[in-house]
């Protein structure tokens, strides 16, 4: 049973076991099983398995599957049912998530907890399907208008896009604020073995929501304050709330103790730069890594540490710089940070990461 007292239908088959899964598909049935009953999406590749695996599967769930005629139509729907204190998603890639972007402000500023998917492509513009971390800062900074922040969460496998996708739905509802799940279609589309499990938290009280007020005083959802000093104390409150959303950074760290050299990258590419880093390790070069699961908020402080012991930096993105900002703001000038970057879809291999390694790694002494 699920917290809404509903079968997850055809569960049996998928929880528990270890299945072989494709990326935006196992995200799909992770978001289900963390009982999110509504989704609201419109077709754009390399997403687009998500809403297909939706449109299958809600209905069978006594759930909720609509194609929106829009991403501006679903982005207002989630906000909709995420008012009625439902659990909502919804998902698109790159352009579509521009497109999303004053809904999603609306729902930062009304406090609406929602999970934002976002399997990006290649750009600006239409760009391509391809790998592609461009949407580093569309994702961190907010994106829409005013001054906001959201959890920003970058899984590297499939199966840490199932336990990041349930822990979305958890944290939108324990600080009522959309999170943003920033994957890409390399991630997407590959298969790899996952363990789905359902939700065991119990449901978070919405006392907020827009349920009927028959018993109790009516509830006002809104992010329009027009009183002489609401809007501030409102973003003076919202503040306070972002701040306390900094205690969820996570990030995972390898070889850092004696590195001199750190490695800072997310996603997939962080695994490719694990490969190269062993390489250099079998070469005696100390070099470590550092990959941001949170990209926001972004983990500073062991990138902070690692720059007080006198480590240099190399930020390895699929962009053309994006995430080195905030390894520079973390640094704060004590040591002196490189990056090595790809585009339009290309992904840097192994070999090309160690030469990169070899470049700005201080040599081992030998005696």
């Not at 352009?95 to 809904?103: F, N, Y």
């Not at 907890?113 to 961190?140: M, W």
């Not at 969460?153 to 959309?178: C, G, H, I």
Request: positive net charge.
């Amino acid at each position: 049973m699920n917290r809404s007292g509903t079968k997850h239908k055809g569960a049996a088959a998928l929880y528990g076991k270890k299945l072989l899964m494709k990326g935006n598909e196992a995200l799909a049935e992770a978001a289900i099983a963390a009982d999110c009953r509504y989704y609201f999406g419109y077709p754009i590749t390399p997403q687009n398995e998500i809403p297909a695996y939706m449109s299958r599967r809600m209905p069978q769930i006594g759930g909720v599957f609509l194609q929106s005629e829009s991403e501006l139509a679903a982005i207002n729907m989630v906000f909709g049912a995420a008012a009625a204190g439902v659990r909502a998603m919804t998902s698109s890639s790159s352009p579509g998530i521009s497109l999303k972007q004053e809904g999603i402000s609306y729902l930062a500023g009304a406090e609406l907890p929602a999970v934002i998917v976002n399997i990006a492509r290649g750009g600006p513009g239409l760009g391509n399907i391809s790998p592609s971390q461009a949407d580093y800062f569309q994702s961190t900074r907010g994106g829409g208008h005013g001054d906001y922040n959201m959890l920003v969460f970058a899984p590297a496998s499939v199966q840490e896009t199932v336990d990041l996708t349930m822990l979305s739905f958890e944290l939108a509802d324990k600080y009522r604020n959309p999170v943003i799940i920033l994957s890409y279609g390399l991630l997407g589309q590959m298969l790899e073995p996952v363990v789905i499990n359902p939700a065991e938290a119990e449901a978070a009280d919405k006392p907020w929501a827009l349920t009927g007020a028959k018993s109790r005083p009516a509830n006002c959802i809104k992010s329009l304050h027009l009183g002489e000093g609401a809007l501030e104390k409102h973003n003076q409150h919202l503040h306070k709330k972002y701040k306390s959303m900094q205690q969820e950074v996570r990030c995972e760290e390898l070889d850092i103790e004696d590195a001199q050299l750190v490695i800072v990258a997310f996603g997939s590419v962080a695994r490719i730069a694990k490969s190269a880093i062993r390489a250099a390790r079998n070469k005696g070069l100390p070099v470590g890594l550092i990959r941001p699961i949170s990209l926001w908020p972004f983990p500073s402080q062991p990138i902070d540490r690692a720059a007080h012991r006198g480590a240099s930096f190399l930020t390895v993105e699929l962009n053309s710089g994006q995430m080195i900002e905030d390894v520079k703001l973390a640094v704060n000038g004590k040591s002196k940070v490189q990056f090595f970057g790809r585009t339009g879809g290309e992904i840097p291999t192994p070999e090309e990461i160690l030469g990169q390694i070899e470049k700005h790694c201080p040599k081992p002494v030998t005696i």
